[in-house]
Nanobody
Framework: QVQLVESGGGLVQPGGSLRLSCAAS????????MGWYRQTPGNQRELVAT???????NYADSVKGRFTISKDYAKNTVHLQMNSLKAEDTAVYCC?????????WGQGTQVTVSS
């Protein structure tokens, strides 16, 4: 089993920054990628950013240049640095881990961008 523990969500003003973290534990041998997805009420979950075990990153067009994903391999933790936040970034952000073709999800953390 894999456990994902997220932290760092909250309320921030437009233009502000937040940093999300996701710590993986349990059976994490064979992890191929970790990342973040987000979802708003009535909409499908959408990819925000991913990072593979080789360090290759992928971003949604809407966050390129503003968000940065990174991974601390020693701590099995992935971070999402979010800068220049906009109201449309408001969502529940969920950590994702892919291991041996299976998907694992965190509980989600709320990010609200509002003045």
């Amino acid at each position: 089993q894999v456990q994902l523990v997220e932290s760092g969500g909250g309320l921030v003003q437009p233009g502000g920054s937040l940093r999300l973290s996701c710590a993986a534990s349990g059976s994490i041998f064979g992890v191929s990628a970790m990342g973040w997805y987000r979802q708003t009420p009535g909409n499908q979950r959408e990819l925000v950013a991913t990072i593979t075990n080789t360090g290759k990153t992928n971003y949604a067009d809407s966050v390129k240049g503003r968000f940065t994903i990174s991974k601390d391999y020693a701590k099995n933790t992935v971070h999402l640095q979010m800068n220049s936040l906009k109201a449309e970034d408001t969502a529940v952000y969920c950590c994702h881990l892919e291991r041996l073709t299976r998907d694992y999800w965190g509980q989600g953390t709320q990010v609200t961008v509002s003045s």
